[in-house]
């Protein structure tokens, strides 16, 4: 019997080496309309605002999307946390608002993303954008 579990895994390691070295998946696609199933605090791992003009928020498995506001949502850049209204939908995309210190933003789309610049790739883009219009 021992034998025969040791004849077996023999035989599946090579499965499990072109398993591993077979093709890597493609990169997701960005900027297409997405959504995220029953938002909530399992689903949704982080988030940051885009001062208030929109927000990133990223999944559980770690894809990132944005959502554009409608709006100004005056409170987002400094909250320390946000809900999402989905209408009884049950996914979090362009028909769902944002809600921040009890403000209602609504999105006008929630497309994937890659993740948010940081602080200092945003101080360059201010500047570059300053210096565009001068």
């Known amino acids: 019997m021992k034998n025969l579990a040791l004849s077996l895994a023999a035989m599946l390691l ?21 959504s995220i199933v029953f938002p909530s605090d399992s689903s949704i791992r982080n988030w940051q605002a885009d001062r208030d003009r929109g927000i990133w928020i990223q999944d559980r498995r770690g894809d990132w999307y944005y959502g554009g506001f409608a709006g100004i949502c005056r409170d987002a850049d400094f909250a320390q946390a946000i809900g999402v209204e989905t209408r009884g939908a049950g996914r979090l995309d362009k028909f769902s608002s944002i809600i921040v210190r009890g403000e ?22 201010r500047e570059a954008g300053k210096a565009a219009q001068n």
């Open 14 to 34: 090579p499965l499990s080496a072109a398993a591993a070295t077979g093709p890597a998946a493609e990169p997701r696609a960005l900027g297409v309309e997405s």
């Open 104 to 125: 209602r933003c609504q999105l006008t789309s929630f497309v994937s993303s890659a993740a948010p610049p940081s602080k200092a790739e945003r101080k360059a883009a």
